[in-house]
């Protein structure tokens, strides 16, 4: 889909030496994915200590070995 955007041009510069992502359009891209990626994240944080798994993890570190 092409859309026009209008970027400051050092940030777009910067994120691009950072990345070292060679095209605008990838460093866009990346940047929505990650952003994305990092909301999921936030939101799996909300349920960290509220699932009571009967797990005994001497067990399982013994299956391991």
């Known amino acids: 889909m092409r ?7 050092d940030l777009l510069a910067e994120a691009m030496r950072a990345t070292r ?3 605008k359009t990838k460093v866009i ?9 990092k909301r999921k994240i936030a939101a799996l944080k909300r349920y ?5 798994l009967p ?3 001497n067990t ?3 299956r391991s070995e």
Do not use: S
């Open 21 to 23: 992502i060679k095209t």
């Open 48 to 52: 960290k200590g509220t699932v009571d």
């Open 3 to 9: 859309t026009t955007l209008d970027l400051p041009e």
């Open 29 to 37: 891209t990346t940047a929505l994915e990650e952003m994305i990626r």
């Open 60 to 62: 399982l570190r013994k």
């Open 55 to 57: 797990i005994d993890l």
